[in-house]
């Protein structure tokens, strides 16, 4: 019989790798002591099954499946006969060896040696043939079985739902309670996963009677199979329903239930459950993690982003690669771009999970240059694979940097670009005031009907300030979108800059008529674990007397300075803040608010849910200069860094 080959002169390991080196003597050691058995069996002839039995079983523990087989060969040349043991572990490994011609031999050996009715037996035989040649197959075995247990009901069921047919999963089900089988949680977690599949609350809803019946709705695999079936039917309160009733949750009940709630917006909810389920005593594990961390990935939510952080750090819990990719995106949306970058520094492994975020994140912190570096670096690293994802990153960053040339190079190598990728090369090129090139684009690729195309040209006309063509491209919004009210404030802006006013309260008596509300600026910060949100005016908040005294004191030393403001015709909510009311813009307040609250050289965090108008980053330059203070201030296009008088965006925004 082939003996393993000695271990005596194996490369030995780098002593710095302390894990490695005892898995490596483990090893070892697992294949002297299979080599040892070997011998034994070398020396005299042995006939027991068990000897044999377990030595297969310890190949394929030791993932050794050539030895496995060659073991179960050599079993058959000494005459030992195989018995309803030996069968399912040389089925096991005919399997995971991808062996289906091994396989079929074996079914001729069962059927010979007569264990081909054997329970063990027959569910090894499903299983290879289930994933080795079609689940019609391994449901053939099944029916020609004569005994049908549990366990080969519950597989066959399995079988159907890897290979999409979650409606014959179901029918298994219902064969089951029709033969009088025993359900168990296994069998009924089967069934619920196929209803989720199919999205259907009516199957569900059936099957998790048959649960409450048997008595199993609150076995833990039971409920967690529950409240994702119902999660994923779209009825996320009748999923929190089955989590509340659950007398005992684990952490994949909570963790399904932060996963939700923070995909449906829910973010304090999300956070609430995270608190609660560690007050509960359970450890969050790495995929609790990195459900919660989107919940934090907003400037009013980078304290419990640092905490969870700071959380994972004290309790030594392991961050793999999904969580430390999931800490970057936070920091990069929180405003912590210095931070993004340090744990991106420190990666061992980077996939393109990683590089596209952080490429994406130099471009929204003003950065592309950075981005654009990294996605040359990423070039070069064959063991990475670049996708439209990451080409849309690296247009993003050339876009933030202006660099023409790099984003025509990189869009030409898009196999087959997206209107997304479109709309971002004709940002480039409109930023960068190449208007006759961007038209010839757009006419080129005909996408002159896509409102992002549209959007990103006018983004350019506004930039440099091209009202005729600008006033042409609003209107063909308007034709693009009718009932859509930015696009008719926009319209109206640009007349009033123009001073076309009878045009103006034409659009203002359209927007009524047809009942059109546009969105309210709004301007948030959070101070002491409270949000403060302002809007444009607004004199509600009980420090208002004084933060408005604040910005007319800024505004003052302005003017004294001999200072100009542009009028701006950028897109804005209400036709109060087109008229450019320096010290009644939402931004502008909730600035004002973080001077007044905070100590001196404290970074002030602001965000705005519509665009930075001009005359206001012209004043939050101006005064980050005046009070040497950073001023952080994140609109729906970019983060703007003010410092010392300069945004990081570079007035292109």
Avoid at 76 to 90: F, I, S
Avoid at 242 to 260: C, G, H, L, Y
Avoid at 261 to 284: H, T, Y
Avoid at 350 to 355: I, L, R
Wanted: one cysteine or more; a positive charge.
């Amino acid at each position: 019989m082939e003996v393993l080959p000695s271990t005596q002169n194996q490369r030995p390991l780098i002593k710095e790798n302390p894990i490695a080196q005892q898995r490596h003597s483990q090893n070892v050691r697992t294949r002297t002591k299979v080599a040892v058995a070997h011998q034994v069996f070398d020396g005299k002839p042995v006939s027991d099954t068990y000897a044999w039995n377990k030595l297969i079983q310890s190949h394929i523990a030791n993932t050794d499946l050539h030895h496995a087989v060659s073991t179960y060969h050599q079993m058959l040349l000494r005459g030992v006969r195989p018995d309803r043991h030996t069968l399912p572990r040389a089925l096991s490994a005919s399997r995971l060896f991808a062996d289906l011609s091994l396989g079929k031999q074996l079914h001729g050996h069962a059927l010979k040696f007569g264990c081909s009715d054997d329970r063990y037996v027959i569910a090894a035989l499903i299983e290879l043939y289930g994933h080795l040649h079609s689940v019609d197959t391994a449901k053939w075995v099944f029916d020609k079985s004569h005994v049908k247990d549990l366990v080969s009901w519950t597989m066959i069921a399995r079988l159907y739902i890897v290979e999409g047919k979650p409606r014959m999963a179901l029918d298994m089900l219902d064969a089951m309670i029709e033969s009088g089988a025993q359900l168990d949680a296994v069998a009924l977690a089967t069934a619920i996963g196929a209803c989720g599949m199919l999205k259907s609350m009516t199957d569900g809803m059936k099957v998790h009677q048959v649960a409450k019946e048997r008595g199993l709705e609150f076995d833990a695999l039971v409920s967690n199979s529950l409240s994702k079936m119902y999660i994923d039917c779209g009825s996320v309160e009748d999923a929190r329903t089955v989590f509340n009733q659950m007398p005992a949750k684990d952490v994949i009940s909570w963790t399904e239930m932060i996963r939700v709630s923070v995909k449906k917006g829910g973010f304090n909810e999300g956070l609430k459950l995270f608190r609660q389920m560690i007050a509960d005593g359970l450890k969050p594990d790495q995929l609790s993690i990195s459900s919660v961390l989107p919940a934090c990935a907003r400037v009013s939510a980078n304290k419990q982003g640092k905490e969870i952080h700071g959380y994972l750090l004290r309790n030594g819990i392991h961050m793999n690669l999904i969580v430390q990719n999931a800490l970057i995106d936070m920091y990069i949306k929180s405003g912590f771009i210095e931070s993004a970058s340090k744990i991106f520094a420190g990666l061992k492994h980077k996939d393109v999970v990683s590089c596209t975020a952080m490429i994406l994140g130099y471009s929204l912190h003003g950065q592309g240059h950075l981005g654009v570096d990294l996605f040359r670096q990423m070039e070069k690293d064959l063991s990475i694979k670049i996708d439209e994802i990451t080409y849309a990153a690296v247009l993003h960053a050339c876009v933030a940097a202006r660099m023409v040339e790099e984003g025509k190079f990189y869009f030409n190598c898009i196999k087959t670009p997206t209107v997304a990728h479109c709309a971002l090369l004709v940002a480039l090129l409109s930023y960068s005031g190449l208007f006759d090139e961007a038209r010839n684009f757009i006419a080129q690729k005909k996408i002159e009907g896509h409102v992002e195309v549209l959007r990103a040209l006018l983004d350019g006309c506004r930039i440099h300030k091209q009202l005729i063509l600008g006033k042409r491209l609003a209107e063909q919004l308007c034709d693009l979108e009718p009932l859509n009210p930015d696009h008719y404030v926009l319209l109206s802006n640009l007349y009033v800059d123009d001073a076309k006013w009878d045009m103006v309260f034409g659009l203002r008596g359209m927007i009524s008529d047809m009942g059109l509300k546009p969105k309210e600026a709004c301007s948030w910060i959070e101070f002491k674990n409270k949000i403060h949100v302002f809007g444009t005016r607004d004199a509600s908040h009980p420090r208002s007397e004084r933060l408005y005294w604040e910005l007319q004191c800024l505004m003052k030393k302005r003017e004294d300075e001999d200072h100009r403001h542009d009028l701006d015709y950028s897109l804005h909510d209400v036709y109060e803040e087109r008229e450019c009311i320096l010290i009644g813009h939402s931004e502008m307040l909730a600035i004002s608010f973080g001077l007044i609250s905070t100590q001196a050289g404290t970074t002030i965090r602001v965000t705005k849910n519509l665009r930075v108008c001009r005359n206001c980053h012209d004043s939050a330059k101006a005064i980050s200069k005046k009070v040497r203070r950073e001023i952080i201030l994140k609109d729906p296009k970019c983060f703007h860094h003010f410092k010392d008088g300069y945004c990081s965006c570079g007035d292109f925004w």
